[in-house]
T-cell receptor, first 113, second 113 residues
Framework: GENVEQHPSTLSVQEGDSAVIKCTYSDSASNYFPWYKQELGKGPQLIIDIRSNVGEKKDQRIAVTLNKTAKHFSLHITETQPEDSAVYFCAATLNSGNTPLVFGKGTRLSVIA | ETGVTQTPRHLVMGMTNKKSLKCEQHLGHNAMYWYKQSAKKPLELMFVYNFKEQTENNSVPSRFSPECPNSSHLFLHLHTLQPEDSALYLC????????????FGPGTRLTVT
């Protein structure tokens, strides 16, 4: 089955700097890769996703890149702000039928003002 | 808000108690999920329901009993739990067949004493 590794487990950046979180997956058949943000006391919220037919996707300050050959994908947050502080999870799945998402262990991002 | 609600938000129960967690989604989805989130572990998928039918039971102990009376409601019945079952229990929903794009509720923080 699919296995997703996520690094780093914790990340501290200064406000205004960029943050990068990386994930690797094991199943080359996986074709859908979402990223979730979980703030304290809340459930995970989908912030961006990418499908295997594209290499990069952007939405304002966040972007995700996918390297299918190497089986890794990354989340990039630019111009970080204190409200970006949260736990971020990557996930992977074969987006066919109802194959469940497999999640990474999460990265706790702290943006220091 | 994501359109997925969970009650109660917090629950403390003894090992001999019986309680139920409730999830409701207002997104018109037909797939619903229960996840367990423990500290320093990846999100663990417990159960999946599609069109009210259970399609996945991820080797969950029988002291957890799910119920899906319709596509909008999902319950998790709890009985004779153990302290190690203390965790955040998250409900999610999605359109079936899309695999990804799951929307999570805020979770129920369960403490078993």
């Amino acid at each position: 089955g699919e296995n997703v590794e996520q690094h780093p487990s914790t990340l501290s950046v200064q406000e205004g700097d960029s943050a990068v979180i990386k994930c690797t997956y094991s199943d080359s058949a996986s074709n859908y890769f979402p990223w979730y943000k979980q703030e304290l006391g809340k459930g995970p919220q989908l912030i961006i996703d990418i499908r295997s037919n594209v290499g990069e996707k952007k939405d304002q300050r966040i972007a995700v890149t996918l390297n299918k050959t190497a089986k890794h994908f990354s989340l990039h947050i630019t111009e970080t702000q204190p409200e970006d502080s949260a736990v971020y999870f990557c996930a992977a799945t074969l987006n066919s039928g109802n194959t469940p998402l497999v999640f990474g262990k999460g990265t706790r991002l702290s943006v220091i003002a | 808000e994501t359109g997925v609600t969970q009650t109660p938000r917090h629950l403390v129960m003894g090992m001999t108690n019986k309680k139920s967690l409730k999830c409701e989604q207002h997104l018109g989805h037909n797939a619903m999920y229960w996840y367990k989130q423990s500290a320093k572990k990846p999100l663990e998928l417990m159960f999946v329901y599609n069109f009210k039918e259970q399609t996945e039971n991820n080797s969950v102990p029988s002291r957890f009993s799910p119920e899906c009376p319709n596509s909008s409601h999902l319950f998790l019945h709890l009985h004779t739990l153990q302290p190690e079952d203390s965790a955040l229990y998250l409900c999610a929903s999605s359109h079936p067949g899309q695999g990804g794009e799951q929307y999570f509720g805020p979770g129920t923080r369960l403490t078993v004493t």
